[in-house]
């Protein structure tokens, strides 16, 4: 897998237009570039520059690196990149609002954390305390969940929206006194002894976090490319869950990091592709709490969400 990164194309999203980040054939007819979105020198989001590895002949892709799963999710709708590795949330937001954007696959699972600073041990310790939180978020969502299983009013605590790279270092600074946050956040505040204050599964939503996706209006001009793409994801994704100590060292050198510190957080996910029954009910239990708490006014159906035909069987 050596070299797989440099020679992968990465772009900026402003480097590209329009047409240019549209699938399409090169001059000669005979290769097709497809546009990824994803995030930067992250596990989880790290697929799409392995995919040219596992793409079918005549296929490549492009990956446009962008800052945020809600910026992802945009880039997709507009159709400046032709698929995306970004957050269920933001995806169950714009179908909310009948935007098009459909999830096609599973990327990866998990990567929450909820935790708590010197002297808080538990959900019930944070009464008072200041905690930070993703805004929009899978995680944000679990976060409301667990306080009202729990019994605690959100305005009993003083909840702060902080970027996740600033969460571990927002704790141990003392800014904030606790989080519900993601990794790598999670993995380096337990390795300087904060705790974890409860399973953060533990709600409907289950473990659900990203997912591949893509348009309608794409899956219907061109459902054989949707298929090419998705199959190169699942190839992807089984290759890295077995294969950790190939392409992780490859990834910090690319991008650099604590391989240490990757290597805990990537415990703490679970690479996929299918789009399983139990996956279909937790994305809808999602959607179902987004409406309970407000962040939309009407819930979508997995079957407005996602489409099954092309992800392979669980």
Same mark, same amino acid.
Not at 108 to 137: P, R
Not at 203 to 232: H, K, S
């Given at each position: ?77 507009? %159709?400046?990149?032709?698929?995306? &590795?970004? %957050? ?62 729990? %019994? ?6 003083? /909840? ?10 927002? /704790? ?32 409907? &939503? ?7 996706? =893509? =348009? ?64 279909? =009910? ?11 708490? %407000?962040? &939309?006014? =009407? ?16």
């Amino acid at each position: 897998m050596a070299g797989t990164v440099a020679a992968t194309t990465v772009l900026a999203l402003a480097a590209c237009s329009s047409d240019s980040a549209e699938a399409s054939g090169s001059d000669d007819g005979g290769t097709q570039t497809v546009t990824i979105g994803t995030l930067r020198g992250q596990p989880h989001f790290y697929a799409p520059f392995l995919y040219d590895e596992y793409a079918p002949e005549g296929v490549e892709f492009e990956v446009v690196v962008l800052d945020t799963a809600p910026s992802l999710t945009d880039a997709v709708i507009s %159709g400046a990149v032709d698929f995306a &590795i970004t %957050g269920v949330v933001a995806t169950v937001a714009s179908v909310a609002q009948d935007r098009d954007i459909t999830l096609v696959a599973s990327a990866a699972d998990g990567g929450f954390g909820f935790i708590g600073g010197e002297g808080i041990e538990t959900v019930a310790d944070l009464t008072g305390k200041t905690v930070g939180y993703i805004q929009g978020s899978a995680p944000e969502i679990a976060m409301r969940l667990i306080l009202e299983e729990n %019994g605690i009013d959100p305005s009993s605590l003083e /909840l702060i929206a902080v970027p996740p790279p600033e969460m571990a270092s927002a /704790l141990g600074s003392g800014s904030i006194d606790a989080f519900f946050g993601t990794e790598i956040a999670v993995s380096l505040a337990t390795a300087a002894g904060a705790n974890e204050l409860t399973d953060p599964y533990a709600t409907p &939503i289950g473990r659900v976090n990203l997912g591949l996706t =893509t =348009t309608g209006a794409l899956i219907a001009e061109d459902p054989e490319l949707v298929q090419q793409v998705v199959d190169t994801h699942a190839e992807t994704t089984e290759y890295m869950a077995d294969n950790v100590d190939e392409w992780l060292p490859e990834m910090v050198a690319e991008f650099g990091g604590d391989q240490g510190v990757f290597e805990s957080a990537l415990d703490n996910f679970w690479l996929r592709a299918d789009l399983s029954e139990e996956y279909q =009910t937790q994305v809808e239990a999602l959607a179902d709490a987004m409406v309970t708490l %407000g962040v &939309i006014d =009407t819930a979508p159906t997995a079957a407005d969400l996602v489409d099954t035909s092309f992800a392979p069987s669980a």
